[in-house]
């Protein structure tokens, strides 16, 4: 082979090397933010099941609540939240009355019907109520199962880790009130941790540049009552 094909050989190779070493490199943060995004919104739908968690706690034991152990076991395993049920007294009507017909209050006024509180299963409720909504791989909407409500504690992030959400809770004094609080957050230093090093850095600064902005994703807040995502 002549001398002339070898250094053309070699400058294709170098020029089709050269290519792939730039392309790769305007690719790098595109890439970055896909999967950026990605997680934020992995973290997201977890954040939004925890604060209706929370929420359901504090409805049922009249505070938020700080550590996922005692959160998760007394919302599963107690029957504990009270609830409005509505009870028809068969007994009470006369034949020729249909209560269908007539308004729910005057059939409580007359005693046809009566409504008595029960205690129920939190997460039952919740998910009778479609309140703790996913999606499966097929695209196909159901209710999160005990399994997936257990595992709400843990950031999807990096695959297979068992770093947990910071979940804290407690009270804010406000107008002379004692309002319950609670935050449960992740930092992005966490959440990217397995991801292109530098990328994360320049990540967290820009955020950062930004007064009172979490490089992070967060609901609740510990200095004021608001249970609003950053990501919303």
């Not at 959440?191 to 979490?214: C, H, T, W």
Request: charged share 30%; proline share 4%; aromatic share 8%.
């Amino acid at each position: 082979m002549k001398t002339r094909t070898i250094v053309q050989i070699v400058l294709a190779v170098v020029i089709v090397g050269l290519a792939y070493v730039l392309y790769d490199s305007i690719m790098k943060p595109v890439r970055f933010d896909n999967e950026y995004t990605k997680r934020r919104d992995a973290c997201a739908e977890k954040l939004k099941s925890i604060r209706t968690l929370e929420e359901a706690y504090k409805v049922t034991y009249g505070t938020y609540c700080g550590s996922f152990d005692t959160l998760l076991n007394r919302l599963m395993n107690e029957d504990s939240m009270k609830v409005v049920s509505k009870v028809v007294n068969h007994d009470r009507i006369p034949a020729d009355v249909d209560i269908n017909e007539i308004p729910e209050t005057e059939a409580v006024k007359q005693g046809y019907i009566s409504r008595v509180e029960v205690l129920v299963n939190p997460i039952a409720k919740l998910r009778e109520d479609g309140k703790l909504p996913t999606t499966d791989a097929n695209g196909h909407k159901r209710q999160l199962t005990d399994e997936e409500i257990a595992a709400l504690r843990y950031v999807p992030y990096p695959k297979g880790s068992q770093e947990e959400f910071e979940l804290r809770a407690g009270m804010l004094e406000k107008s002379g009130f004692l309002v319950p609080v609670f935050e449960c957050q992740v930092s992005l230093d966490v959440l990217l941790s397995d991801m292109d090093n530098q990328l994360r850095i320049n990540k967290v600064a820009e955020i950062n540049e930004v007064p009172g902005r979490y490089a992070g994703w967060k609901v609740g807040d510990m200095t004021q009552a608001v249970t609003d995502g950053n990501f919303e």
